[in-house]
Nanobody, 120 residues
Framework: DVQLQASGGGVVRTGGSLTLSCKVSGFTFDDYSIGWFRQVPGKEREGVSCIIGPDGSTAYADSVKGRFTISVNYAMNTVYLQMNSLKPQDTAVYFC?????????????WGRGTLVTVSS
């Protein structure tokens, strides 16, 4: 079965860096889009970054462009989110997400959130 395991959250100061990891299993990477979302209590979950397909195409939210980088180690079945120049507004629970289409039906899978806290 599809499983996503996110880790790497922690507490950092403004301007610091942190790297999140998402170990995936139970599916073929080529058939899925992988990405990161984040959520603050009381607010809607928002997309942060994603890898669209096996060609390596990526997308980023405007709020993190130039500061965050998504990458994949295919041999390790792991997706990373490198976060630099962190700001207090980056504080949130970050979630790993995988998406695919099976017989015309869109499928979504979520990992457990990992908390990132950026102090002033």
């Amino acid at each position: 079965d599809v499983q996503l395991q996110a880790s790497g959250g922690g507490v950092v100061r403004t301007g610091g860096s942190l790297t999140l990891s998402c170990k995936v299993s139970g599916f073929t990477f080529d058939d899925y889009s992988i990405g990161w979302f984040r959520q603050v209590p009381g607010k809607e979950r928002e997309g942060v970054s994603c890898i669209i397909g096996p060609d390596g195409s990526t997308a980023y939210a405007d709020s993190v462009k130039g500061r965050f980088t998504i990458s994949v180690n295919y041999a390790m079945n792991t997706v990373y989110l490198q976060m630099n120049s962190l700001k207090p507004q980056d504080t949130a629970v970050y979630f790993c997400n995988a998406r695919t289409v099976i017989n015309g039906l869109r499928m979504n899978y979520w990992g457990r959130g990992t908390l990132v806290t950026v102090s002033s």
